[in-house]
């Protein structure tokens, strides 16, 4: 499946890339390929990810890598990452 990126997902990447090339520029870069490959393999089984809990739905999944949660939608063709955050903070609501 073809993988797309909502605005506020590349943003969200952007930022965590700027939050860890403030201490280490070789190990942010790092990061987001490890983000993006994890998306890239999910994307050859979308339904691997889990259902994200506070939502329910089907359609809308996660799959955590470290502290982050990568939340996206499975439709026809492709996933759309919406959303990248840290765990730790609450899902903020999602604009479909």
């Known amino acids: 499946m073809k ?3 909502s605005a506020r997902a590349e943003m ?6 700027s939050y ?3 201490d280490d520029p070789d190990a942010a870069a ?3 390929d490890r983000l993006r490959d994890r998306v890239r393999r999910v994307a050859k089984m979308p339904r691997s990810g889990r259902v994200v809990p506070e939502l ?7 799959v955590i890598v470290g502290a ?3 939340v996206y939608s499975i439709e026809k ?4 990452v919406l959303t990248v955050f840290e ?3 609450q899902l903020d609501p999602l604009d479909e």
């Open 3 to 5: 993988v797309r990126w």
């Open 12 to 17: 969200q990447l952007a930022d965590i890339e």
């Open 20 to 22: 860890i090339a403030g």
């Open 30 to 32: 790092r990061w987001i």
């Open 56 to 62: 329910g739905r089907d359609d809308i999944r996660e």
């Open 68 to 70: 982050y949660r990568i």
């Open 77 to 80: 063709r492709s996933i759309v």
């Open 87 to 89: 765990g730790h903070h």
